[in-house]
């Protein structure tokens, strides 16, 4: 799976963003799809996953009641619907695709097996 995110730059806080990640190689239908993000000088942290068919969704605790991940597999993307930013959510954000149509530990990553190239997320105070 080729995985191609975009949509990330510069906002201030209390902003929204609009992340897109778009998948070609295996049938989009067949994986679950996951957001997750880097910042400097810390390690990788889940934010969101969502199953094949869009039916379950799951989110850090730190982005619930903010952020909304979505798919549209006539599309084949994933979006991640970023409101009410803070400055704690500047990191590089990467998609990530399933192994399978659902995930069993998504917080840990290993759910996922191919990752696209990241784009950056900014937001100042």
């Known amino acids: 799976v080729q995985l191609q995110a975009s949509g990330g730059g510069l906002v201030q806080a209390g902003g929204s963003l609009r992340l897109s990640c778009a998948a070609s190689g295996r049938s989009f239908t067949s994986y679950a799809m996951g957001w997750f993000r880097q910042a400097p000088g810390k390690e990788r942290e889940f934010v969101a996953a969502?199953?094949?068919?869009?039916?379950?969704?799951f989110y850090a605790d730190s982005v619930k009641g903010r952020f909304t991940i979505s798919r549209d597999n006539a599309k084949n993307t994933v979006y991640l619907q970023m409101n009410s930013l803070k400055p704690e959510d500047t990191a590089v954000y990467y998609c990530?695709?399933?192994?399978?149509?659902?995930?069993?530990?998504?917080?840990?990553?290993?759910?996922?097996?191919?990752w696209g190239q990241g784009t950056q997320v900014t937001v100042s105070s």
């Open positions: 990530a695709a399933g192994r399978g149509p659902y995930y069993s530990d998504p917080i840990m990553g290993a759910d996922f097996g191919s």
């Open positions: 969502i199953t094949a068919r869009g039916g379950s969704k």
